[in-house]
């Protein structure tokens, strides 16, 4: 974490990580992992930096990850979660479907933590449910299937 660099590229409280040392007077070469500069890098020194603590590394960690999530969302011109008929799934769901695989949205959002699915269940049945959000990861959407063009 930058504690004091002096540079206009990053602000004291900002995230780096350290990528090379190349033990010159500004040894640390560091990817900005969040900060105004995020996705780029400084050189920094000893001095200008403070190791982050478990808690900081976890929140950081956890910041990535829902940016990245987000970014693949958007990638597509959705909303997280935003599901729409035809999308092919992964779901998890041995309760109602009695195996956890592959189905399809069938039907449009009717709440905002389910979707419906239809798949095949354990014995060879077609079967549609409502399934949480949670339990459910968009394989491909609509919009890029073959057999839809």
């Given at each position: ?53 478990e808690a900081e590394v976890t929140a950081v960690r956890e910041a990535e990850d829902k940016r990245s999530v987000e970014a693949k969302w958007a990638k597509i011109g959705r909303r997280v979660g935003e599901y729409k008929v035809g999308d092919i799934v992964a ?59």
């Open positions: 974490m930058v504690d004091d660099s002096g540079q206009d590229a990053v602000t004291k409280g900002d995230f780096v990580k350290i990528t090379e040392d190349d033990e010159t007077t500004l040894p640390f070469k560091c990817d900005v992992v969040i900060g105004k500069s995020a996705g780029g890098y400084v050189w920094a020194r000893e001095s200008d930096l403070v190791h982050a603590t779901y998890d769901d041995t309760n109602w479907f009695g195996n956890s695989g592959i189905g399809e949205v069938s039907e449009g959002q009717l709440l905002s933590y389910q979707v419906r699915i239809a798949a095949t269940d354990s014995v060879g049945f077609k079967n549609e449910y409502y399934l949480n959000k949670g339990r459910v990861t968009l394989i491909t959407p609509v919009e890029a299937r073959f057999d839809r063009s």
